[in-house]
């Protein structure tokens, strides 16, 4: 069966970087983009990006471009997704989501279970 | 890219119908049929419930569906029942190759 298990909670300080990782297992890693969105305590859910770990082919959302880094390391299935610069506004619960089809863009359909990042001085 | 637009909250009594509409652009919503549809419980991560408009995964109940209407996707749950109560978020591939969701529904039933 499909799993996506994050790392654990990160605090971090303003100005800092963070990097999240989301291991998966039970179908082929290279085949489908990794996905990252965030939600911020009591709010929506927020695209960031995906990855492709195929190729290392990225498109990441406007407002984080410059700031945000994915990455995998197909030899453990592993897919990273790292912060920079955070700022307060940068609290949240970060989820990693594979895509539906091969190679497709549109779809999330297996999720982690998220990695809860806070950012305070 | 903005996000897609929801009511932020509906409610509805067990056994009625309830539908939560989702307003996008040309460049989304309107110029693809990859909508889906994610319900989140309190706590959990989002969970797949409609994806390409109308299709539903094999898991998902039937009392779910899913359509569209040049700029606007709906989502409808008939027969409602207590576990239905949930956040709703739709979201559409774009015309940039991303993603794109909308604000979110809290449903109470």
């Known amino acids: 069966q499909v799993q996506l298990v994050q790392s654990g909670a990160e605090v971090k300080k303003p100005g800092a970087s963070v990097k999240v990782s989301c291991k998966a297992s039970?179908?082929?890693?290279?085949?489908?983009?990794m996905h990252w969105v965030r939600q911020a305590p009591g709010q929506g859910l927020e695209w960031m990006g995906w990855?492709?770990?195929?190729?290392?082919?990225?498109n990441y959302a406007r407002r984080f471009q410059g700031r945000v880094t994915m990455t995998s390391d197909t030899s453990i299935t592993t897919a990273y997704m790292e912060l920079s610069s955070l700022r307060s506004d940068d609290t949240a619960v970060y989820y990693c989501?594979?895509?539906?089809?091969?190679?497709?863009?549109?779809?999330?359909?297996?999720w982690g279970q998220g990695t809860l990042v806070t950012v305070y001085s | 890219q903005s996000a897609l637009t929801q009511p932020a909250s509906v409610s509805g009594s067990p056994g009625q119908s309830i539908t939560i509409s989702c307003t996008g652009t040309?460049?989304?919503?309107?110029?693809?049929?990859?909508v889906s549809w994610y319900q989140q419980y309190p706590g959990k991560a989002p969970k797949l419930m409609i994806y390409?408009?109308?299709k539903r995964p094999s898991e998902v109940s039937n009392r779910f569906s899913g359509s569209k209407f040049d700029n606007t996707a709906s989502l409808t749950i008939s027969e409602l029942q207590a576990e239905d109560e949930a956040d709703y978020y739709c979201?559409?591939?774009?015309?940039?190759?991303?993603?794109?969701f909308g604000g979110g529904t809290k449903l109470t039933v």
């Open positions: 390409d408009v109308s």
């Open positions: 040309d460049s989304d919503v309107g110029g693809y049929n990859y």
């Open positions: 989501a594979k895509s539906l089809e091969i190679f497709g863009v549109a779809t999330l359909d297996y």
């Open positions: 990855f492709n770990p195929y190729n290392g082919g990225t």
């Open positions: 039970g179908y082929n890693f290279n085949g489908y983009y």
């Open positions: 979201s559409s591939f774009t015309a940039s190759n991303t993603v794109v």
